[in-house]
């Protein structure tokens, strides 16, 4: 035991002893975890952790397990790396709650060359762009109540579920604004609902049932505020003055308004499920053999917008993004003439081509400096 503790296996006899399986449940219990987020913990510790680590204590992992373990979900079960470095994310997540707790001395997946491989640091996000013609094909090409789904996604930047949670409430049509608040979730509560039916008995728990709440990670009531291009604020009043809005009261896994999407019997809200069947089957129609998805709306708007000369900051605020390095690692692809421009000011400058004009905060301070 000394000798373990030594090599940092293990603290004490009672943390070290119990089973990382346990620790993983502990750790998503106390945390603050949104529901989507949970549920996604759950799926990767039901799925991935347990199968692989049901008898193994956290106090007796080793480099060489974890080592094993990403072997195995690349190899024989061929995961995408982004699947991968998200499910090995998680798991950190829980080694390092375990060292902070006194389960452990050290982290074992601290310092080894196959962890850095698997690190989340420097990993370069795919962007698929579609073209402008893909991009009316597909909203031509869906029924008319869901058209305007993709002109929210491409002109304002929405994700999927939140552009299926727009409603009439959230424009200032004056302002040119759209404030993102809520969105449309895979994660509310379903307590009697049968989940899933396992060895032909019906296990009874929380469902993933459709709700409408406020964005991830936001307190209630707090949104983003998005610039409104005219084009979509006009699609957005033909849209209401074709087809209406759907009413939403307030209540279990909903949040109150006008909604201007509603599934295709206007008894309740938009469904992924519906969603993804018309988008397919809208690409189809349109003859695009890509594989579009909704998400690369998102990108469109970010890439012209930063493509244009929009600064990363502002667009970063309008995506969502809390930290601007998030939407220049994405899309710093669109931005390959962006050297080339700072070399074209910085010579008109110091050539004394172009006058330069200062802050006057910064006018200010030079003036009031005493020199040495």
Known sequence: MEQEKLLGVRVGVLGASRSLVDVYREYIEGG????STRYQYEASLRLHV??????????????RDLRGWLALMVGERGYARSTVVNRYGILRGVLGYAVANGYRAQD?????????????????????????????????????????????????????????????????????????????????????????????????????????RHLKWRAPGEGRLVPLPGVIAAKVREHVRRHGTFRVADGPNRMAGDYLFANIGRTNILMYALVHRLWQAARKSAGITRQVTPHWLRHFFASVGLAKGVPVTDMAAWLGHSDPRTTYQT??????????????????????????????????????????
């Open 331 to 372: 899309y710093a692809h669109v931005l390959p003439d962006a050297p080339e421009r700072l070399r074209s000011v910085m010579d008109d400058v110091l050539s004394l081509k172009t006058q330069l004009v200062l802050p006057l905060q910064f006018e200010a301070l030079h003036d009031t400096a005493t020199p040495r």
């Open 32 to 35: 603050p975890y949104a529901g």
């Open 108 to 212: 074992p997946s601290r310092g080894w060359s196959t962890s850095r491989h698997y690190s989340r640091r420097g990993r370069r996000k795919t962007v698929r762009l579609p073209t402008l013609a893909e991009i009316t094909a597909i909203a031509e090409h869906l029924p008319a109540p869901y058209g305007l789904l993709v002109w929210l996604m491409a002109g304002c930047g929405l994700r999927i579920g939140e552009a299926s949670a727009v409603c009439l409430e959230q424009f200032d049509f004056a302002a040119g604004m759209l404030l993102v608040d809520r969105q449309i979730t895979q994660d509310g509560g379903a307590p009697s609902a049968v989940r899933r039916r396992r060895r032909g008995a019906a296990v009874k728990g929380r469902g993933r049932a459709h709700r409408i």
């Open 50 to 63: 347990e199968p692989y680590f049901r008898q193994c204590t956290i106090g007796s992992l080793q480099p």
